[in-house]
């Protein structure tokens, strides 16, 4: 089993910045290279990806939406991956969560275990 806990949300204002950390345990991930990624829900709207990282942190894919602003990156000696944000807008609103998969997915439906979420809200 894998357990993740999102933290760092919170309120800030339109163009701000937040790092998003997700703090991974259990003894399968120790043990096996898992991917971590990023993934946001809106209210009323479906689950999106935001980002992805490899287990080396050799590779990286994002959002266009979100490319250029949002750096992910991973400290596997603190099991702990991070989502910095930046030039935050009012529309990256949203529930934050983190999840892991033995492969590097685009889709929710790669992830195995997910972090309970994080809520980020961006004012204008």
């Known amino acids: 089993q894998v357990q993740l806990v999102e933290s760092g949300g919170g309120l800030v204002q339109a163009g701000g910045s937040l790092r998003l950390s997700c703090a991974a345990s259990?003894?399968?991930?120790?043990?096996?290279?898992?991917?971590v990624g990023w993934f946001r829900q809106a209210p009323g709207k479906e689950r999106t990806f935001v980002a992805t990282i490899t287990w080396s942190g050799g590779r990286t894919y994002y959002a266009d939406s979100v490319k250029g602003r949002f750096t992910i990156s991973r400290d596997n000696a603190k099991n702990t991956a991070y989502l910095q944000m930046d030039s935050l807008k009012p529309e990256d609103t949203a529930v934050y969560y983190c999840?892991?998969?033995?492969?590097?997915?685009?889709?929710?439906?790669?992830?195995?275990?997910w972090g309970q979420g994080t809520q980020v809200t961006v004012s204008s």
């Open positions: 999840a892991a998969s033995r492969y590097l997915g685009l889709d929710s439906g790669s992830y195995d275990y």
């Open positions: 259990g003894r399968t991930f120790s043990t096996m290279a898992w991917a």
